[in-house]
């Protein structure tokens, strides 16, 4: 142990004591109960130095590790019960201090210190003092790291100053009051003193206070009748000692930017008029001030904002206008652009659009339209029109601006040019017209053609012959179209030019919808009429026709071979005209498939490539096929459908049950050319002079109705005879029957069906007789024996017979028939014939007879 | 975790506001139920190391492996839960407020560590108290006969006189301090809720030792280590009728 004098009075180096003897330490001896003994006990260092930690163990352990925040560190072993670890520039980890401790692997026994690690204590940094009042001194610093730690408070600050000998303990880590000597003491020199357990630091300053004066902010500050171009701004001071002056320095402020800055000296009150400023113009008036016997520095600011008052617009609004035909009259649409903050001078409330008629004296019409109404519409007649239009607020009108309308809007078709559209814009320019313009004004649409159009115009003046119309609107690849006008002297504006342009042509964003006709063996036509030029991102330049043909094909003559982007190879023709919007693709190949497609190009490129549209050209001889086979086709299909409906007809003309002689083309055959006077023979008009009556040796098979029993059953003794009756139509009483042979006829129906009689067998019942003179019961019967007989027919007999259909004058008469048995005598007029199934020969005769119920019914009346 | 204990800590605080201003007004509730609930629900609370134990744990630098697990509960320091189960419920309540008021001394010292929870956790138990002194109230009315029960010693946290510590020590009794408040306060937590189950059972079985199935006590702070009987005496006398809850 050695020693050494530490007070601040005593010069620095001091000296070393020489070193005590050696004095022998029973380390464990002095552990107490304790298992294991770490140290040194909450040791303080300073962040960065080196700490050597020992550890003493009561017993001879090697299974001991010690840990510097739970990470195991490694020292020296001394002896079998001491070990030391030298840890080299510690960190501070925290204010509770860094963990040191060691542990017995296995026993749990545990012994630690705490190690204080200190943050370098720091020399202030930026000291100085000023006083707001020369009665206070303020001093600051800039402290740096807090050192402050469980062992250690943070450090202190003292104020030390060497003229008057006087010293405080500040009470904040950053500044400290220091009372001003009543003496006048003028210059001080201040020693800042930084200290902790471990470190002193200080920091001096000299200086004279009047020269460290620091205003306090100026209060009070206010605007004085403010006009619209100017205002007064007063304020107030605090005083500083006896009739001190200060030096004010006065901002104003437009819109965040210093506008106007003077300076004012004063004591306590401060005033200044503020001129040229705006009127209706937000301003920030600011104060700040300095001591003037010595500036140090400006007190803090202290703003203020005023608003300067209302005047009348300065400038007449900017004034252009649209006209159209509605209805036969001329209506013109005035717009007006908003008047800027600068010449409005308040807030626009309305607009006067005055019309005066240059043609007629009349009464000037006034129109007073609200703001921010930006455009009107007029209906006027073909008069001209000269049209005032003011801005007005609430000081008054702004100057008028105006424009003359001319009644007859005249011939304005002008040729149409191309402008070309830059970065910056559109560089429009015109050639003049005439020498008295008095200005120009170019007019677009804002938006693209399919969007209504929002009016835009640029006034130029007469000198000018090109501008550059640029918008933030402006988009590539829209079309916007420029109209150059000129203003004559007489203020009327007459149509120069039309420009269109792009300010960034694109290709095409849209291929045309393609129709494809005239396809033939050897060539198709491919239109796109409805394809629209105007409206495409770029000028249309032309079309590019690309066809792929069949594989191996060579490309028809007008087109040339080219590679798609995706590496195929195709054909194409290029069609340089934008407004040909047709083509004949030719020289093909017949039974080929071909695939096209139609894209058109701008100067910067093509459109997309979208899918081909396959095509297969037909054959030769397909479209002779189709021309010749399918009208065929046609009419045959015609001709069926027309003979099914009408096969009732045709039966009847071509195959009649029952030839009609009256109805047989023969007949009109021979009387066409043989003999015109040749009419077919009517029975009823004959006189038979002799019958020739032949016996049918035969029987026939004829089931006879109502008997139920087969003809072949019934011996016919009689001759199949037909009745000749007298040609006498009044003939009513019986006479003589004469018969004929007819094959064709059936005897045994004709004896029945012939003259409505039934023939009554011997052994039928008189009932059986009486139910079948009725209709009803006639009906029954014969669809009875049409069943029985369509059972008993055989299959090969299953055929027509032509059945006799004499029918007498009285035996219509239903009554009669029970009463009446058949009289041969009533059987002599002939009937028309009608074909039925063997079995029902005794149908009752009809023209169109069927085996219906209604139609024997309705047959009764041929009876009567 | 952090996350936890902020959403924690202003329940902490409204709870021991609302406790603070009845102690104050000494307005007590009359319903035993109302009472014996809110004092579980407070148990619930300050056992919760989130509040005092972990924040300590990780200022004092003592969240690294080999010093954790150190940081146990002293046996003996306070009663076990056996122990307080043994006892009356006027003798639970007085040990009880005994060991609160030892510990809110003891939390006064460690300000310098914990400044803001020892703020927080010192209403609690202030709070806590409250509430005992209410439930000692409400049973001493119910009980008027019965014989005054003499005040348990203190318990263990009263620091046998030893020779000043060194850091490393005070950070490790401390934390052991700590872990031993939450763990009594788990066990005054089970032993609450016993009184609000006894009363559905026997009154034979009113001082049961056995938890009841199905117990949804939230899972104390204490883990492992043989905690010592306190030697308190057993007296399990009935609550009257007409007060208390069956």
Same mark, same amino acid.
């Given at each position: 142990?050695?020693?050494?004098?530490?007070?601040?009075?005593?010069?620095?180096?001091?000296?070393?004591?020489?070193?005590?003897?050696?004095?022998?330490?029973?380390? !464990?001896?002095?552990?107490?109960?304790?298992?294991?003994?770490?140290?040194?006990?909450?040791?303080?260092?300073?962040?960065?130095?080196?700490?050597?930690?020992?550890?003493?163990?009561?017993?001879?352990?090697?299974?001991?590790?010690?840990?510097?925040?739970?990470?195991?560190?490694?020292?020296?072993?001394?002896?079998?019960?001491?070990?030391?670890?030298?840890?080299?520039?510690?960190?501070?980890?925290?204010?509770?201090?860094? =963990?040191?401790?060691?542990?017995?692997?296995?026993?749990?026994?545990?012994?630690?210190?705490?190690?204080?690690?200190?943050?370098?204590?720091?020399?202030?940094?930026?000291?100085?003092?000023?006083? !707001?009042?020369?009665?206070?001194?303020?001093?600051?610093?800039?402290?740096?790291?807090?050192?402050?730690? %469980?062992?250690?408070?943070?450090?202190?600050?003292?104020?030390?100053?060497?003229?008057?000998?006087?010293?405080?303990?500040?009470?904040?880590?950053?500044?400290?009051?220091?009372?001003?000597?009543?003496?006048?003491?003028?210059?001080?020199?201040?020693?800042?003193?930084?200290?902790?357990?471990?470190?002193?630091?200080?920091?001096?300053?000299?200086?004279?206070?009047?020269?460290?004066?620091?205003?306090?902010?100026?209060?009070?500050?206010?605007?004085?009748?403010?006009?619209?171009?100017?205002?007064?701004?007063?304020?107030?001071?605090?005083?500083?000692? =006896?009739?001190?002056?200060?030096?004010?320095?006065?901002?104003?402020?437009? &819109?965040?930017?210093?506008?106007?800055?003077?300076?004012? %000296?004063?004591?306590?009150?401060?005033?200044?008029?503020?001129?040229?400023?705006?009127?209706?113009?937000?301003?920030?008036?600011?104060?700040?001030?300095?001591?003037?016997?010595?500036?140090?520095?400006?007190?803090?600011?202290?703003?203020?904002?005023?608003?300067?008052?209302?005047?009348?617009?300065?400038?007449?609004?900017?004034?252009?206008?649209?006209?159209?035909?509605?209805?036969?009259?001329? +209506?013109?649409?005035?717009?007006?652009?908003?008047?800027?903050?600068?010449?409005?001078?308040?807030?626009?409330?309305?607009?006067?659009?005055? @019309?005066?008629?240059?043609?007629?004296?009349?009464?000037?019409?006034?129109?007073?339209?609200?703001?921010?109404?930006?455009?009107?519409?007029?209906?006027?007649?073909?008069?001209?029109? !000269?049209?005032?239009?003011?801005?007005?607020?609430?000081?008054?009108?702004?100057?008028?601006?105006?424009?003359?309308?001319?009644?007859?809007?005249?011939?304005?078709?002008?040729?149409?040019?191309?402008?070309?559209?830059? &970065?910056?814009?559109?560089?429009?320019?015109?050639?003049?017209?005439?020498?008295?313009?008095?200005?120009?004004?170019?007019?677009?649409?804002?938006?693209?053609?399919?969007?209504?159009?929002?009016?835009?115009?640029?006034?130029?003046?007469?000198?000018?012959?090109?501008?550059?119309?640029?918008?933030?609107?402006?988009?590539?690849?829209?079309?916007?179209?420029?109209?150059?006008?000129?203003?004559?002297?007489?203020?009327?504006?007459?149509?120069?030019?039309?420009?269109?342009?792009?300010?960034?042509?694109?290709?095409?964003?849209?291929?045309?919808?393609?129709?494809?006709?005239?396809? +033939?063996?050897?060539?198709?036509?491919?239109?796109?009429?409805?394809?629209?030029?105007?409206?495409?991102?770029?000028?249309?330049?032309?079309?590019?026709?690309?066809?792929?043909?069949?594989?191996?094909?060579?490309?028809?003559?007008?087109?040339?071979?080219?590679?798609?982007?995706?590496?195929?190879?195709?054909?194409?023709?290029?069609?340089?005209?934008?407004?040909?919007?047709?083509?004949?693709?030719?020289?093909?190949?017949?039974?080929?498939?071909?695939?096209?497609?139609?894209?058109?190009?701008?100067?910067?490129?093509?459109?997309?490539?979208?899918?081909?549209?396959?095509?297969?050209?037909?054959?030769?001889?397909?479209?002779?096929?189709?021309?010749?086979? #399918?009208?065929?086709?046609?009419?045959?299909?015609?001709?069926?459908?027309?003979?099914?409906?009408?096969?009732?007809? #045709?039966?009847?003309?071509?195959?009649?049950?029952?030839?009609?002689?009256?109805?047989? %083309?023969?007949?009109?055959?021979?009387?066409?050319?043989?003999?015109?006077?040749?009419?077919?023979?009517? @029975?009823?008009?004959?006189?038979?002079?002799?019958?020739?009556?032949? =016996?049918?040796?035969?029987?026939?098979?004829?089931?006879? *109705?109502?008997?139920?029993?087969?003809? +072949?059953?019934?011996?016919? +003794?009689?001759?199949?005879?037909?009745?000749?009756?007298?040609?006498?139509?009044?003939?009513?009483?019986?006479?003589?029957?004469?018969?004929?042979?007819?094959?064709?006829?059936?005897?045994?129906?004709?004896?029945?069906?012939?003259?409505?009689?039934?023939? @009554?067998?011997?052994?039928?019942?008189?009932?059986?007789?009486?139910?079948?003179?009725?209709?009803?019961?006639?009906?029954?019967?014969?669809?009875?024996?049409?069943?029985?007989?369509?059972?008993?027919?055989?299959?090969?007999?299953?055929?027509? =017979?032509?059945?006799? !259909?004499?029918?007498?004058?009285?035996?219509?008469?239903?009554?009669?028939?029970?009463?009446?048995?058949?009289?041969?005598?009533?059987?002599?007029?002939?009937?028309?014939?009608?074909?039925?199934? *063997?079995?029902?020969?005794?149908?009752?005769? %009809?023209?169109?007879?069927?085996?219906?119920?209604?139609?024997?019914?309705?047959?009764?009346?041929?009876?009567? | 975790?952090?996350?936890?204990?902020?959403?924690?800590?202003?329940?902490?605080?409204?709870?021991?506001?609302?406790?603070?201003?009845?102690?104050?007004?000494?307005?007590?509730?009359?319903?035993?139920?109302?009472?014996?609930?809110?004092?579980?629900?407070?148990?619930?609370?300050?056992?919760?190391?989130?509040?005092?134990?972990?924040?300590?744990?990780?200022?004092?630098?003592?969240?690294?492996?080999?010093?954790?697990?150190?940081?146990?509960?002293? /046996?003996?320091?306070?009663?076990?839960?056996?122990?307080?189960?043994?006892?009356? $419920?006027?003798?639970?309540?007085?040990?009880?407020?005994?060991?609160?008021?030892?510990?809110?001394?003891?939390?006064?010292?460690?300000?310098?560590?914990?400044?803001?929870?020892?703020?927080?956790?010192?209403?609690?138990?202030?709070?806590?108290?409250?509430?005992?002194?209410?439930?000692?109230?409400?049973? $001493?009315?119910?009980?008027?006969?019965?014989?005054?029960?003499?005040?348990?010693?203190?318990?263990?946290?009263?620091?046998?006189?030893?020779?000043?510590?060194?850091?490393?020590?005070?950070?490790?009794?401390?934390?052991?301090?700590?872990?031993?408040?939450?763990?009594?306060?788990?066990?005054?937590?089970?032993?609450?809720?016993?009184?609000?189950?006894? $009363?559905?059972?026997?009154?034979?079985?009113?001082?049961?030792?056995?938890?009841?199935?199905?117990?949804?006590?939230?899972?104390?702070?204490? $883990?492992?280590?043989?905690?010592?009987?306190? /030697?308190?005496?057993?007296?399990?006398?009935?609550?009257?009728?007409?007060?208390?809850?069956?």
């Amino acid at each position: 142990m050695r020693s050494m004098v530490d007070d601040a009075r005593i010069p620095k180096p001091g000296f070393w004591s020489n070193w005590s003897s050696w004095e022998e330490a029973d380390a !464990q001896n002095s552990l107490g109960h304790d298992p294991l003994f770490v140290f040194p006990k909450d040791k303080l260092v300073e962040e960065g130095s080196n700490v050597t930690i020992c550890y003493v163990s009561r017993i001879h352990q090697d299974n001991i590790s010690c840990y510097l925040e739970g990470v195991q560190i490694y020292g020296e072993r001394l002896d079998r019960s001491v070990s030391a670890f030298e840890l080299k520039n510690v960190s501070f980890i925290r204010k509770k201090g860094t =963990n040191v401790f060691c542990k017995v692997d296995q026993g749990g026994a545990l012994g630690g210190i705490v190690l204080f690690v200190s943050k370098v204590l720091e020399e202030p940094k930026d000291f100085s003092c000023e006083t !707001q009042d020369l009665k206070t001194l303020t001093c600051t610093w800039d402290p740096g790291s807090d050192t402050g730690l %469980s062992k250690q408070p943070s450090q202190s600050y003292t104020l030390f100053e060497s003229f008057s000998g006087k010293k405080t303990l500040c009470k904040h880590r950053n500044w400290c009051n220091w009372q001003v000597a009543q003496d006048s003491q003028e210059t001080y020199n201040f020693t800042l003193v930084a200290e902790n357990y471990l470190r002193k630091r200080s920091v001096s300053i000299l200086f004279n206070l009047t020269q460290r004066v620091h205003p306090m902010t100026p209060y009070n500050l206010f605007p004085k009748n403010v006009r619209a171009t100017n205002a007064t701004m007063t304020w107030k001071v605090h005083s500083i000692g =006896n009739n001190s002056t200060l030096l004010c320095r006065l901002e104003l402020l437009a &819109e965040g930017k210093v506008i106007q800055q003077h300076n004012v %000296s004063i004591k306590v009150n401060g005033e200044y008029l503020l001129s040229e400023l705006e009127p209706d113009t937000e301003y920030v008036a600011r104060v700040r001030c300095a001591y003037t016997n010595h500036f140090w520095k400006w007190s803090e600011l202290i703003s203020q904002k005023f608003n300067t008052a209302e005047a009348a617009p300065s400038e007449a609004p900017d004034v252009w206008r649209n006209m159209k035909m509605v209805s036969g009259h001329p +209506t013109v649409s005035l717009f007006w652009k908003p008047l800027s903050k600068v010449h409005a001078n308040g807030k626009i409330l309305f607009y006067n659009v005055i @019309v005066e008629n240059l043609d007629k004296p009349s009464r000037l019409e006034v129109l007073s339209i609200p703001a921010p109404a930006r455009s009107t519409e007029l209906t006027l007649d073909q008069c001209s029109y !000269q049209i005032h239009v003011t801005a007005h607020n609430n000081v008054g009108p702004s100057p008028a601006s105006v424009i003359v309308i001319s009644g007859d809007p005249g011939n304005e078709e002008v040729e149409s040019g191309r402008v070309n559209g830059t &970065e910056d814009g559109f560089s429009v320019s015109w050639k003049p017209q005439s020498g008295d313009a008095t200005g120009y004004v170019v007019e677009w649409c804002d938006g693209p053609q399919d969007l209504p159009c929002v009016l835009q115009w640029k006034n130029l003046g007469p000198n000018t012959t090109s501008t550059v119309i640029s918008s933030g609107a402006f988009r590539p690849g829209v079309r916007y179209n420029f109209r150059i006008y000129e203003i004559s002297a007489k203020r009327m504006a007459h149509l120069l030019e039309k420009k269109a342009g792009y300010l960034e042509e694109l290709a095409p964003s849209d291929n045309p919808q393609v129709v494809m006709s005239n396809l +033939t063996s050897h060539s198709f036509t491919l239109s796109w009429k409805d394809y629209s030029t105007e409206s495409q991102p770029g000028f249309i330049q032309g079309y590019h026709v690309y066809l792929k043909p069949k594989a191996g094909e060579q490309c028809p003559p007008a087109f040339e071979k080219t590679v798609l982007p995706e590496d195929s190879v195709c054909c194409k023709h290029t069609i340089d005209n934008p407004e040909q919007k047709t083509f004949v693709v030719e020289n093909l190949q017949p039974e080929s498939i071909y695939e096209f497609f139609v894209t058109p190009y701008t100067s910067v490129g093509e459109g997309p490539l979208d899918a081909f549209t396959k095509i297969t050209t037909p054959d030769e001889y397909s479209h002779i096929l189709i021309r010749i086979i #399918l009208p065929m086709i046609f009419c045959v299909l015609i001709v069926m459908i027309i003979c099914y409906l009408k096969r009732q007809w #045709l039966k009847e003309k071509c195959y009649p049950d029952i030839p009609d002689p009256y109805k047989s %083309s023969v007949l009109s055959l021979i009387k066409s050319k043989e003999n015109p006077h040749l009419t077919i023979m009517n @029975v009823n008009d004959c006189v038979p002079d002799a019958i020739e009556v032949i =016996n049918k040796p035969e029987g026939s098979k004829i089931q006879f *109705l109502g008997t139920r029993k087969s003809l +072949t059953e019934t011996e016919f +003794t009689k001759p199949a005879c037909i009745y000749l009756l007298p040609t006498e139509k009044n003939y009513s009483g019986p006479g003589p029957c004469i018969c004929f042979e007819n094959f064709t006829y059936n005897q045994a129906a004709s004896d029945f069906a012939s003259c409505g009689h039934f023939p @009554v067998t011997p052994q039928a019942p008189p009932h059986q007789l009486g139910p079948l003179t009725s209709p009803e019961n006639l009906l029954k019967a014969l669809e009875q024996n049409y069943m029985n007989s369509l059972g008993e027919i055989p299959a090969g007999e299953a055929n027509l =017979n032509y059945v006799s !259909q004499l029918a007498s004058p009285t035996s219509g008469d239903k009554d009669s028939l029970p009463t009446n048995p058949p009289e041969p005598a009533l059987c002599s007029e002939y009937k028309m014939q009608m074909a039925i199934p *063997l079995g029902l020969a005794s149908a009752p005769p %009809s023209e169109n007879s069927s085996l219906s119920s209604a139609t024997l019914l309705g047959q009764g009346e041929h009876y009567r | 975790m952090r996350a936890q204990r902020m959403r924690r800590t202003p329940l902490s605080v409204i709870l021991g506001l609302l406790f603070l201003s009845m102690a104050a007004t000494s307005k007590c509730l009359g319903k035993y139920h109302e009472l014996l609930l809110q004092l579980q629900r407070q148990a619930d609370l300050m056992q919760d190391t989130s509040t005092l134990l972990d924040p300590y744990i990780r200022i004092q630098g003592l969240d690294t492996p080999g010093l954790k697990e150190h940081c146990r509960e002293c /046996p003996g320091a306070f009663p076990s839960e056996d122990a307080l189960r043994g006892l009356s $419920r006027q003798g639970f309540l007085r040990t009880l407020n005994a060991t609160l008021g030892l510990v809110l001394h003891r939390l006064t010292a460690l300000y310098q560590d914990l400044p803001e929870a020892q703020q927080l956790v010192g209403l609690n138990i202030r709070g806590f108290r409250s509430n005992i002194h209410c439930m000692t109230l409400l049973l $001493r009315s119910s009980s008027e006969a019965e014989t005054p029960e003499p005040t348990q010693p203190g318990p263990g946290p009263t620091p046998p006189p030893t020779p000043p510590s060194d850091a490393f020590q005070h950070k490790l009794k401390s934390c052991r301090f700590l872990r031993g408040y939450h763990c009594f306060m788990h066990s005054v937590g089970q032993v609450l809720r016993e009184w609000g189950e006894s $009363r559905s059972r026997s009154r034979s079985r009113r001082h049961s030792p056995r938890r009841a199935p199905g117990d949804t006590a939230p899972s104390g702070p204490c $883990r492992g280590g043989a905690r010592r009987m306190w /030697p308190f005496r057993r007296d399990r006398r009935l609550m009257p009728r007409g007060h208390l809850p069956r």
